[in-house]
């Protein structure tokens, strides 16, 4: 079963490659998104059209000007007839394309903000400089923890819950949703769905210091039975490693500082001041899609996080050359 879904995983990458990725407003894949393009679309056509109007008049009034009156302030009473009527014909045209536009956008809004029974509920907490992802179930055993990168089916609402837990955050997905800020102490929540299979990348959009740059996401939309698969691969605990090189690695991971902040369900690791580990390796990147997932990308990360990411929160923790090998065993075996 693993294997077919990341036979099917890989067609749908395969088959989207060309919009891999897709991180951009004017690439709607979904209808909360579409809304906003047409806003976008909307808004800059209308000021163009404004723009190029007042243009031209400023042209025609610079080319059709006259020579100097004798008496500048002596009052022709029919061109002052024809000024008040163009100047009060523009007043109103301007009061009524604010009021249109504004309407608009109450009205984007407003169906931007609806809401529908949801099929999945997301919890997502922003932290310096990662995102934590805990999808909500009706049985605790059923609890799937990943970070940095959301799954969710096709054509399916999607209830996402923000919250953060040192300073402000914004979570956008510019291909499915618009900003949303993540503030401590409160629960914003959005709703979104996606229209068609694919990876859309997302970006911190709040300054959150050093490494603000590099807290990014993947959502990966799935169709609803591969999306199932993947709740259930997921919700299981870490299978145990087999073969000795990755035993071996298990060893080093319990006896380093990694389980002092890190996760892998099914083993003593167990704290959740760092992303759940629990299936790391079928993740498509590493620290908050800074690096690709690769054997030589987690290697990179673990002999020197400082490095690749100033001022995160993990340290370098101090590893013999013999035992990289064995500890990227086990890592990218976290499938
Ligand atoms: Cu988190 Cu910027």
Redo the contacts with the bound molecule.
């Keep these: 079963m693993r294997f077919r879904l990341t036979l099917a995983a890989a067609s749908i990458l395969f088959f989207t490659r060309d919009c891999l990725a897709s991180q951009s407003t004017l690439d709607p894949q979904g209808p909360q998104a579409e809304h906003l393009a047409r806003l976008f679309w909307i808004f800059t056509g209308v000021c163009t059209f404004v723009w190029v109007a007042v243009m031209i008049v400023l042209l025609a009034a610079l080319i059709r000007r006259k020579a100097e009156r004798p008496d500048p302030l002596q009052l022709e009473p029919a061109t002052e007839r024809r000024s008040a009527a163009v100047v009060g014909g523009a007043v109103v045209a301007t009061l009524l394309t604010v009021v249109a536009l504004t309407a608009l956008s109450y009205l984007s809004q407003r169906q931007l903000f609806a809401r529908e029974k949801p099929a999945v509920t997301i919890k997502v907490t922003?932290l310096?400089?990662w995102w934590d992802v805990r999808y909500e179930t009706d049985s605790p055993d059923q609890t799937v923890t990943t970070a940095n990168e959301i799954y969710v089916p096709v054509g399916e609402p999607v209830t996402v819950k923000l919250a953060a837990n040192d300073?402000i955050?914004?979570f956008w997905v510019p291909s499915l949703f618009g900003k949303q800020d993540?503030i401590p102490g409160q629960e914003n929540e959005i709703q979104f769905k996606a229209s068609r299979p694919g990876v859309y990348r997302g970006q911190?959009?709040?300054?959150?210091?050093w490494q603000?740059a590099h807290?990014g996401l993947l959502v990966v939309a799935l169709p609803s039975p591969l999306f199932q698969q993947w709740m259930k691969l997921q919700s299981a605990p870490a299978a145990p490693p087999q073969d000795p090189i990755r035993k071996k690695g298990a060893e080093i991971f319990e006896s380093k500082a990694c389980i002092m902040c890190h996760t892998v369900r099914g083993t003593s690791a167990g704290s959740r001041v760092g992303p759940d580990l629990t299936h790391f390796g079928s993740r498509q990147s590493i620290a908050s899609a800074t690096l690709p997932m690769s054997r030589g990308n987690i290697a990179a990360w673990v002999v020197d996080p400082q490095g690749i990411k100033p001022g995160v929160n993990m340290p370098n923790v101090s590893i013999a050359p013999e035992e990289l090998d064995p500890l990227v065993s086990y890592l990218a075996g976290l499938q």
């Design positions: 922003g310096q400089w300073v955050h914004s993540l911190c959009a709040e300054f959150c210091g603000h807290m």
